[in-house]
């Protein structure tokens, strides 16, 4: 990439590091308001049961207690983060469909009376039958959760790409394997919370969250509460960690806010570490199934995939999930012929939804775990079957998806390159050896609704700029990028900006952190916003040095004829004379950015381009396995992402080191254990998470393509990582014992248990 740039591109720290560091940032639980009440909330001890009757009264006889609420008080007004799959209530109506399930929820004036009230509250249940697996829910005869879902299938996908069975007839080899992926929770270190306060003069709310996505909190909340979204306002503070399970409402958004409104005080509800395991939502636990037709050397003529994941009591995100799980199938490989079924099932266990990679994480450890199984059997080296099949930039995709720019191939080559492939694949001593794994991911989305971004870029008298942006930072950077591209359309430095973010109440549209897509959509739009100024300015400018703005340029704030230094003016000079000519003052650019789309497709019936562009990336691994205890040791991970350009350096690396725990995790650790619907492992203790005592060496290698899409050419970074660091190690324990495991997590236990066999 030959362009340079001043501020893009530059290693800088978080905006609000330092504020982190100091502990002075202020997240949704260090909200303290005067006359404050806080709530709790009643869950459900069954798994699946009929709510008879339930007493309210001693716990609103509670001294301290200001307010009870039931299903039963509440607007029947379904929600969801899919429109076409609204299934849940913020509390549970009739029934409830897993242990945890909202049940009633209290106020009152100190967290500990409003715990006490809720073993005050009397419930009497109706006990039903209960299914917890999803291949047992879809049998004929099995416990219906919902009514009207039929074999509690509550989203179903089929796509057919080409002619799968006529190229299965033209493969020399046709494999089919069965895998497994668990369920895995997100585990942010911020518990999930909510500070709700209501004006009765002018009946507006405003609800401060521990959210990813602010305007569609606003419009689940407007709808819920049968309140204008114009009276409701979703102010997002800081937020410590989200991956996923902050996009969607919870009882504690909606309860907050309905007891703001009904006692006209501010109300607070945080969960607790147990709550946010089982009463938020989780990585869907998948079962996949992968037939494939290669010819001999490799080339992949055609896939049949189906998968059935465990959805657990409500939707969540299910179709967006099964869909991006069917179609990032096809990428980053050339694979023309290709059927994908997948089927979400109801279950009475926690509830799945978005969680990093949003359904791919478990369809990437399925084929790539195949890949290396095929090369294995026609005696392939597992790196050149990769190569040999992979996608290229400009290739016609049958899904219609457009890839501009595209670094998978040389992802593969310097990941291979940087674990040693060559030296070590094979040839190591015995309990080690290396293995690796290729994705691709979305920058966000293209072709839904909500989904474009705006931004208010302002210059003042005095040169500095303020950013109004609708995106939602939850600790990935985003603010920092943003304030970066700006920096750089009006050549000033980082100290000259300030930006305020995701606040529904002043910032414009933006469809909030999800799918990778803000530094793309909000960057753009920041970008067209920070353009409109400079052109404003520099206007001005040119007919006063004689020249024409085409020909101007800025950086270190001045502005100066492009090639010649000496002619220019600085900044605050130039602001000066843009002011006393009576131009209007702040001098300030609009903008929004829409992904282009020509097709619009949610992907559920119609293929289309689905995003703005696509990232590529390689994680290799190499491994240590202890054969007398089973213990797997990561020794490195190299991960090779293709970002387009890297708009912050040391963001990048921070989110793909991020994301490679987090599928260390997945893949050797993290597994939500349930028994008949109880979740046996809600802390950080049982649940058994990577510490930095696990750490691996991390090797970030950026692969960068000058992509015509995004801000400065940049793409996603880091999210997609997750997708393939569980089947790179997996691949990597077979290389140094010899076992192929089809599940995961894969434990000591089951390595000891595989090496007892002789398997």
């Excluded at 992402?641 to 650790?669: K, W």
Aim: net charge negative; aromatic share 8%; charged share 25%.
């Amino acid at each position: 990439m030959g362009t340079t740039f001043n501020v893009v591109g530059q290693r800088l720290p978080m905006h609000d590091g330092a504020a982190k560091a100091k502990g002075t940032a202020q997240f949704t639980d260090d909200i303290m308001l005067p006359g404050m009440l806080h709530g709790k909330i009643l869950r459900s001890p069954l798994p699946h049961a009929r709510i008879v009757r339930i007493d309210t009264t001693q716990a609103e006889k509670l001294p301290g207690v200001k307010g009870v609420v039931t299903g039963w008080d509440i607007p029947d007004r379904p929600y969801g983060i899919v429109p076409k799959a609204r299934d849940e209530h913020a509390l549970a109506r009739e029934k409830v469909r897993y242990i945890g399930d909202d049940v009633a929820a209290v106020c009152a004036v100190d967290p500990e009376i409003a715990e006490e009230a809720l073993d005050l509250i009397r419930v009497d249940y109706e006990e039903l039958p209960a299914v917890f697996d999803p291949l047992e829910a879809i049998k004929e005869g099995a416990p219906l959760i919902h009514d009207g879902v039929p074999h509690n299938t509550s989203f179903s996908i089929h796509k057919e790409f080409g002619n799968v069975e006529k190229a299965f007839q033209e493969s020399d080899f046709v494999f089919e394997d069965r895998f497994y992926s668990q369920a895995v929770n997100h585990a942010p270190l911020e518990p999930h919370a909510a500070v709700a306060q209501y004006d009765p003069l002018k009946g507006e709310l405003t609800v401060h969250s521990s959210t990813q996505i602010p305007f569609f909190l606003r419009r689940n909340l407007s709808a819920t509460l049968m309140i204008p979204e114009s009276k409701v306002r979703v102010i997002k503070p800081k937020v410590g960690g989200g991956f996923g399970q902050k996009i969607d409402m919870f009882a504690k958004d909606f309860c907050a806010a309905w007891f703001a409104r009904q006692t006209e005080k501010p109300v607070k509800f945080v969960y607790d570490r147990e709550e946010v395991f089982i009463s938020t939502r989780q990585r869907h636990p998948m079962y996949i199934t992968v037939k494939t037709g290669v010819k001999k050397d490799g080339t992949i003529l055609a896939q049949q995939f189906l998968a059935h994941a465990d959805g657990g009591a409500f939707n969540s995100t299910a179709p967006t999930m099964m869909a991006l799980s069917c179609y990032f199938l096809m990428i980053p490989y050339r694979v023309p012929n290709l059927i994908y079924e997948g089927h979400h099932v109801y279950t009475n266990k926690p509830v799945g939804g978005a969680m990093r990679g949003h359904g791919i994480p478990q369809a990437r450890f399925a084929v790539e775990r195949q890949l290396d199984l095929i090369a294995a059997r026609i005696g392939v080296d597992p790196v050149e079957l990769r190569l040999k099949n992979s996608i290229h930039a400009g290739e016609p995709h049958p899904a219609k998806f457009i890839i501009n720019s595209c670094g998978f191939y040389d992802s593969l080559k310097l990941a291979a390159e940087a674990i040693g492939w060559k030296e070590k694949r094979g040839k190591l001593p015995k309990g080690r050896g290396v293995g690796l794994a290729g994705a691709s991911f979305p920058s966000g989305v293209s072709n839904m609704s909500h989904i474009s971004s705006g931004s208010v870029v302002q210059m003042g008298q005095d040169g500095a700029v303020n950013v109004l942006s609708g995106a939602a930072d939850i600790g990935q950077g985003a603010e920092t990028v943003i304030s970066q591209i700006v920096a750089e359309v009006l050549g000033v430095p980082m100290e000259d900006i300030r930006i305020t973010a995701a606040d529904t109440g002043v910032t414009p549209l933006d469809p909030g952190t999800f799918g990778s897509g803000v530094t793309v959509r909000a960057g753009n739009a920041a970008r067209l916003a920070a353009e409109e100024v400079r052109g404003k300015l520099f206007r001005f400018v040119a007919e006063k040095l004689g020249a024409v703005p085409e020909d101007l340029t800025a950086s270190n704030r001045m502005i100066f004829v492009k090639g010649s230094a000496d002619r220019g003016m600085a900044l605050k000079d130039a602001i000066k004379g843009y002011q006393y000519a009576d131009l209007p003052m702040p001098i300030v650019g609009r903008s929004d950015w829409f992904p282009p789309a020509t097709e619009p497709t949610t992907l559920f019936k119609e293929d289309g381009n689905f995003s703005p562009n696509y990232s590529f990336m390689t994680q290799a691994a190499e491994v240590e396995v202890d054969l007398e205890t089973g213990k797997i040791k990561l020794l490195k991970m190299v991960t090779a992402h293709d970002c387009g350009r890297a708009i912050n350096p040391m963001l990048v690396e921070g989110q793909l080191e991020g994301s490679v725990v987090g599928g260390m995790g997945q893949a050797l650790y993290e597994n939500i254990i349930v028994e008949k619907g109880q979740v046996m492992n809600p802390s950080f203790l049982d649940y058994g998470f990577p510490t930095f005592m696990e750490m691996p060496e991390i090797g970030a290698i950026e692969v960068e393509t000058d992509d015509p899409i995004g801000p400065f050419g940049a793409k996603e970074a880091g999210e997609g990582t997750q997708l393939s660091p569980a089947p790179a190690i997996v691949n990597a324990i077979y290389d140094a014992i010899g076992v192929d495991f089809m599940e995961l997590p894969v434990t000591p236990e089951k390595i000891l248990e595989a090496l007892r066999r002789g398997k």
